[in-house]
Antibody, heavy 117, light 111 residues
Framework: EVQLLESGGGLVQPGGSLRLSCAAS????????MSWVRQAPGKGLEWVSA????????YYADSGKGRFTISRDNSKHTLYLQMNSLRAEDTAVYYC??????????WGQGTLVTVSS | QSALTQPASVSGSPGQSITISCTGT?????????VSWYQQHPGKAPKLMIY???KRPSGVSYRFSGSKSGNTASLTISGLRAEDEADYYC???????????FGGGTKLTVL
């Protein structure tokens, strides 16, 4: 059974940084692309970033370009999202999700990031 | 404002069928057969219901089906059940710098 478990969320001040992690089990992390998708409180889903199976290719939504960095360590079965220069509008539940052309077929339970002073 | 347009809400009675639309442009929905649909119950993670416009992942009920015409994709749920009450989101690959876009979501109420 595929399981994705996010961690690293919390309360951070505007301008601060956080690193989210997503521990994968039940499948070989290096076999598929992975993404981060966020959901602001009471709002819809927003794709944030993605990384190819080998980690060589990374992609970002305009909202996170220059501030967010996605990476993966397949040997540790873990996906990461480094978030810098955080803003109030980054407040959201952040989900990691597996998949690409076939849709995001597995999701974690999410980790809440709150940016506030 | 979301890149893909969905109705804010739809409703139906048990046993009925409903359809949720998802309208984009030729740069996303109309240009690629990479439309997916997700179901999200309150406080839960999204669940993939349809991918590739009309393909069902293993374990998803046959009552869920997808289609596309031009720049509009649709999700149809037949034989509505109480447990279908949830938020539904469409998503599409896009040629813009934001590779994946979502609709604003549709709240399905089973009367």
């Amino acid at each position: 059974e595929v399981q994705l478990l996010e961690s690293g969320g919390g309360l951070v001040q505007p301008g601060g940084s956080l690193r989210l992690s997503c521990a994968a089990s039940g499948f070989t992390l290096g076999s598929d692309a992975m993404s981060w998708v966020r959901q602001a409180p009471g709002k819809g889903l927003e794709w944030v970033s993605a990384i190819g199976s080998t980690g060589d290719n990374t992609y970002y939504a305009d909202s996170g370009k220059g501030r967010f960095t996605i990476s993966r360590d397949n040997s540790k079965h873990t996906l990461y999202l480094q978030m810098n220069s955080l803003r109030a509008e980054d407040t959201a539940v952040y989900y990691c999700a597996k998949g690409w052309w076939g849709g995001f077929d597995s999701w974690g339970q999410g980790t809440l990031v709150t940016v506030s002073s | 404002q979301s890149a893909l347009t969905q109705p804010a809400s739809v409703s139906g009675s048990p046993g009925q069928s409903i359809t949720i639309s998802c309208t984009g442009t030729s740069s996303d929905v109309g240009g690629y057969n990479y439309v997916s649909w997700y179901q999200q119950h309150p406080g839960k993670a999204p669940k993939l219901m349809i991918y590739g416009v009309n393909k069902r992942p293993s374990g998803v009920s046959y009552r869920f089906s997808g289609s596309k015409s031009g720049n509009t994709a649709s999700l149809t749920i037949s034989g509505l059940r109480a447990e279908d009450e949830a938020d539904y989101y469409c998503s599409s690959y896009t040629s813009s710098s934001t590779l994946w876009v979502f609709g604003g979501g549709t709240k399905l109420t089973v009367l």
